[in-house]
């Protein structure tokens, strides 16, 4: 049976000389395999549609719960991505974290068009690397239910103090007061500003997500706590990121 599905090249596997695994996060089905063969050919017609961060509308023919590519319309490609290794390294830490939480989670459009508008930002080469950071990894979270309540102190529901302090692990906030002199791992303090930044990452309208503007100075406490928040909710540590932070190196980029 042929279907048509828009989709996102995540990975490609070698297999053997001429073809390829592709895992496309697509549209309506969530992520899926698809053998595409003799794509590795150069005179291949599918071989561009057949690359990491190409995200094109795919004619698979599906049996049993396989699916091989059949024919492909390229949308948009992110091919230079790959000009910059910082660029690339981010762009793969965000389809690792993609395809990790596709296996898990049912079909989630939303998380589609997060990493779509990521790569897209990451590309035209506008933002700061660590602020594109901060927007997917917390807004990941947010979208797969994740979320944090950040609306106020959990014990007094305070909205605003001069400091507040951000559970991660139980995804809560509370005031100084009622933080009191408690023993717990995994807190950190935040000023109102970011906890600004993070509440508009978790809850603004996709349309303005990126356009939140973080202050330079702010860049890099953020992206700490988001990509802690991350590796905690999600248990789990990812190579892509490992290979990012080297290269970056703690420089604000
Ligand atoms: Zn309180």
Do not use: W
Not at 121 to 129: D, V
Not at 173 to 190: I, K, N, S
Not at 247 to 252: R, S, Y
Request: aromatic share 10%.
């Amino acid at each position: 049976m042929l279907t048509t599905l828009k989709g996102l090249v995540l990975r490609e596997r070698s297999l053997g000389d001429n073809d390829k695994f592709l895992d496309i996060l697509t549209d309506g089905s969530g992520l899926i395999e698809v053998l595409a063969r003799g794509v590795k050919k150069p005179n291949s017609k599918n071989a561009s549609v057949s690359q990491l961060f190409c995200y094109a509308k795919y004619c698979v023919s599906e049996s049993g719960g396989r699916y091989t590519l059949n024919s492909a319309e390229p949308i948009r490609t992110f091919y230079s991505l790959s000009e910059e290794l910082e660029r690339f390294a981010l762009a793969s830490y965000f389809a690792e974290m993609t395809s990790f939480i596709a296996t898990q989670e049912t079909p989630n459009n939303e998380v589609l068009r997060l990493i779509l508008n990521s790569l897209h930002f990451l590309s035209l080469k506008n933002r700061s690397l660590l602020a594109l950071k901060s927007v997917f990894e917390f807004r990941l979270m947010s979208e797969i239910g994740l979320i944090p309540n950040l609306i106020g102190c959990c014990e007094c529901l305070r909205y605003s103090a001069p400091q507040m302090q951000f559970d991660l692990r139980g995804g809560r906030l509370f005031c100084e007061m009622c933080f009191g002199t408690r023993d717990m791992t995994d807190v950190v303090p935040l000023d109102m500003r970011l906890l600004h930044y993070l509440r508009y990452i978790a809850l603004t309208d996709m349309q303005k997500l990126f356009n939140l503007n973080i202050a330079r100075e702010y860049l890099v406490p953020l992206t700490n706590i988001t990509e802690r928040y991350a590796e905690i909710q999600l248990d789990r540590r990812f190579a892509t990121l490992d290979f990012f932070k080297s290269l970056t190196n703690g420089q604000i980029l």
